[in-house]
């Protein structure tokens, strides 16, 4: 008996092989409107350069270098901590249905923020380990 798939899960590698086995032989193939509307999609995609391409529940959307920021800034404090804490909570907050964007990303997010003068490093902003909070509105870069 084949168990059915509930939400989208976020990989392959997270669904469980009960779930994998269930789908094998209910593969069909595209129809024409189908490829044709996906390729329609990927044109607009690539003809947009974006820097990101996220899921939405419409499917692949452009998005820019900044989408992201707001994220970043919520999780951020008045009080110092750790880079990879806000990457990481920020990551989490953002990973329904999927993951959205990886650390690295969101750490070169967070070095624009402390150029920006949105956040304040202590220590080196590209070190994880490296300590951020927000800025007091003085525009203050790292220290």
């Known amino acids: 008996m084949a168990l059915p798939l509930c939400d989208p899960l976020q990989a392959v590698s997270v669904i469980p092989e009960y779930a994998l086995k269930s789908l094998l032989g209910r593969e069909a193939p595209l129809t024409s409107e189908a490829k044709d509307a996906a390729k329609r999609c990927w044109q607009q995609l690539r003809a947009e350069n974006a820097p990101f391409r996220i899921v939405t529940k419409h499917g692949l959307t452009s998005a820019p270098a900044d989408c992201f920021d707001a994220l970043l800034l919520a999780q951020a404090m008045g009080e110092w901590q750790t880079i990879r804490l806000v990457v990481g909570n920020t990551m989490g907050l953002n990973s329904e249905p999927y ?8 750490l070169t997010r967070i070095v624009a923020l402390v150029e920006d003068g949105k956040l304040i490093a202590d220590g080196d902003p590209w070190e994880m380990s490296s300590r951020v909070r927000l800025s007091d509105g003085s525009g203050s870069a790292a220290v």
């Open 99 to 106: 993951f959205q964007v990886g650390d690295l990303l969101l």
